[in-house]
Every structure is written in structure tokens, then in C-alpha cells.
């Protein structure tokens, strides 16, 4: 059974920075699309950044230059790193893996993930 636990999560004033973490067990990082999502209060949920296993990396144009996915193979670790935080960033974030093998294609689509975290809220303050 999959299963990723984010962490790292917290409320920080604008310009901060927060490194978000997600711990997978009974599925190996790198075999599969992995990503971060986040989903705001009324709003739709969205692709923030994430890599193939051919490490291509892709981020939603809003954070771009900001935030940077990254993964430790050995601790079986996705991790986030949000620099120049806004308030738009406020948001519940989650990390997800795909299993079934999709295309690139899929990578800031929430269709093309399988296995989803429980989530971690990030506030941002003016």
C-alpha cells in the first residue's frame, strides 16, 4: 500500500521560505511522475512542480524562479524548497506519484497522479 506523508507545512510572513517534504513508503520515488500540488479555499487544484524520472522538471509559472522540487533517492524523499513566499502561495499543498506509468505530458495535471498525500497547509502573511 502507497503511502506519502507531507511535512514541513506552517505559517511564515511574506518573503520567507518554507521546505516542504514528502516521505513515500510501499513506492520508490524515481519510478514514476512526482509532483506538488496545491489547492486554495474555492479555488481548483494545481501543479506547482514536478519531475519525471528522467529528472525533467517542470513548474506552474507563478512560482517559477521561486520554488525548486528536488529528491533524495535514498531517504525515499520528495522535497519542495518555497523561497519569496506570497500570500498567493497560501494554499493546502500535496505531494502525488504516479504508479501507472503516464506519459510527461500529465506532469502538472492532477489526472496523471495516482497516489496522493494527506496534505500540509502553507500561510502566507502580508
Known amino acids: 500500500q502507497v503511502q506519502l506523508v507531507e511535512s514541513g507545512g506552517g505559517s511564515v510572513q511574506s518573503g520567507g521560505s518554507l521546505r516542504l517534504s514528502c516521505t513515500a513508503s510501499?513506492?520508490?520515488?524515481?519510478?514514476?511522475?512526482m509532483g506538488w500540488f496545491r489547492q486554495a479555499p474555492g479555488k481548483e487544484r494545481e501543479g506547482v512542480a514536478a519531475?519525471?524520472?528522467?529528472?525533467?522538471?517542470r513548474y506552474a509559472d507563478s512560482v517559477k524562479g521561486r520554488f525548486v522540487i528536488s529528491q533524495d533517492n535514498a531517504k525515499n524523499t520528495l522535497y519542495l524548497q518555497m523561497n519569496s513566499l506570497k500570500p498567493e502561495d497560501t494554499a493546502m499543498y500535496y505531494c502525488?506519484?504516479?504508479?501507472?506509468?503516464?506519459?510527461?505530458?500529465?506532469?502538472?495535471?492532477?489526472?496523471?497522479?495516482?497516489?496522493w498525500g494527506q496534505g500540509t497547509q502553507v500561510t502566507v502573511s502580508s
Open positions: 519531475l519525471n524520472r528522467e529528472g525533467t522538471r
Open positions: 510501499g513506492y520508490t520515488y524515481s519510478s514514476g511522475l
Open positions: 502525488a506519484a504516479d504508479s501507472r506509468g503516464v506519459s510527461s505530458r500529465w506532469l502538472l495535471l492532477p489526472a496523471g497522479y495516482n497516489h
